[in-house]
């Protein structure tokens, strides 16, 4: 039986020797130290010695088993380290090969005079509010006091995705939004995507944006109206512009006013970009309607306030020349990157 043990580690010993690869070794061991292996079946045997032999056998046993767990560890640390070395020589980098370039974006125009629009009104303590570009037709145009037969309601200026959801014609819903949710003093700005069915030309886009603005407070006079639009559209366009409130008609306020700038390339001579009037037509106003404000819960006893819409893409097609909206939105990097 000695001898029998001495045989099985030589063997064992010698096969590990010649292992190259992990599954060689794990072979091995099954071979000899698994539960059918050569030494398990040794070991079984040895029920068949005498008392005075089986503690001799038994030690030389354990350690023949524990050499050859010995070995196998060893012969398993060699063979990982060699694989590695070839993984590594494999996935060598060249490090004299030229990189990747990263190509950097560039602001896109609406962007940075969108940017320069809310740092002018965060500077005003206004804050950012946002809203769904799927909207209701009660958010869109109910809750805004516009009347049923209204003409924008009609299939052929709003995309309607059911009877009572549609893609928003304006960003004026985040006001209706905002005043349920909020309490007065409101201040905010709304910026957005806006949609209407419109044929695609050098002015016109079914996809454009809009800048909202809504003040709710207890004493906000039409005079809060003009100071706020006064300084911001000195702000934007400098400080020598002039504003012109013109009478007109939104169902959600009352009154209503469209908002001229003096033409920021002429000054107010009369030019190209102005057609020769001098003015330039930028945003739509006026004191926030009492049923509105009734509709979101405000009793317009105790508060007042106005809400103004301005058309980013005019603004920003005015303010660096651009005399196709559809450049605007081509994404042709040698276009975005002159601004
Ligand atoms: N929502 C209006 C439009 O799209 C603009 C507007 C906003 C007018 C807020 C008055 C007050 O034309």
Redesign the pocket.
């Known amino acids: 039986m000695k001898d029998q043990l001495e045989k099985i580690k030589n063997l064992a010993e010698s096969a590990i020797q010649d292992a190259k690869s992990m599954q060689d070794l794990e072979q091995i061991r099954v071979k000899y130290l698994g539960k059918k292996g050569e030494l398990t079946l040794v070991l079984r045997g040895m029920k068949d010695l005498s008392n005075e032999e089986r503690p001799l056998i038994g030690k030389i046993a354990n350690e023949v088993r524990e050499e050859i767990e010995n070995s196998l560890q060893n012969a398993i640390e060699v063979v990982k380290q060699n694989e590695k070395n070839i993984r590594l020589q494999k996935e060598t980098i060249d490090v004299t090969m030229p990189g990747r370039k990263c190509k950097l974006g560039h602001k896109h125009p609406l962007t940075k005079v969108l940017d320069e629009i809310k740092d002018i009104f965060i500077g005003m303590g206004f804050k950012i509010a946002e809203g769904p570009e799927v909207e209701t037709v009660y958010h869109n145009f109910d809750a805004l006091n516009a009347p049923k037969n209204h003409p924008s309601r009609d299939m052929s200026d709003t995309f309607y995705i059911t009877e009572d959801i549609l893609l928003r014609t304006?960003?004026?819903p985040v006001q209706i939004r905002t005043m349920k949710k909020q309490t007065p003093p409101i201040k905010i700005i709304s910026p957005g995507r806006c949609f209407r069915f419109d044929e695609l030309d050098a002015t016109h886009s079914p996809m454009f944006h809009?800048v909202?603005g809504l003040v709710i407070d207890r004493g906000i006079t039409m005079a809060d109206l003009k100071g706020t639009l006064d300084l911001f559209a000195k702000q934007l366009f400098g400080s020598e512009t002039k504003t012109k409130f013109r009478p007109h008609h939104?169902p959600?306020?009352e009154p209503?006013a469209e908002v001229d700038v003096t033409c920021f390339k002429c000054e107010g001579e009369g030019c190209k970009v102005c057609k020769g009037s001098g003015w330039i037509e930028i945003l739509?106003?006026?004191m926030v309607h009492p049923n509105v404000l009734k509709e979101c819960g405000i009793d317009p006893e105790e508060y007042s306030g106005f809400?103004?819409?301005m058309g980013l893409d005019r603004v920003t097609m005015l303010k660096y020349g651009i005399e196709d909206i559809r450049l605007l939105f081509e994404n042709d990097m040698r276009f975005i990157e002159q601004f």
Request: aromatic share 20%; hydrophobic share 35%; no cysteine.
């Open positions: 304006q960003t004026s809009q909202e939104f959600f306020t209503s739509g106003a006026g809400a103004f819409g």
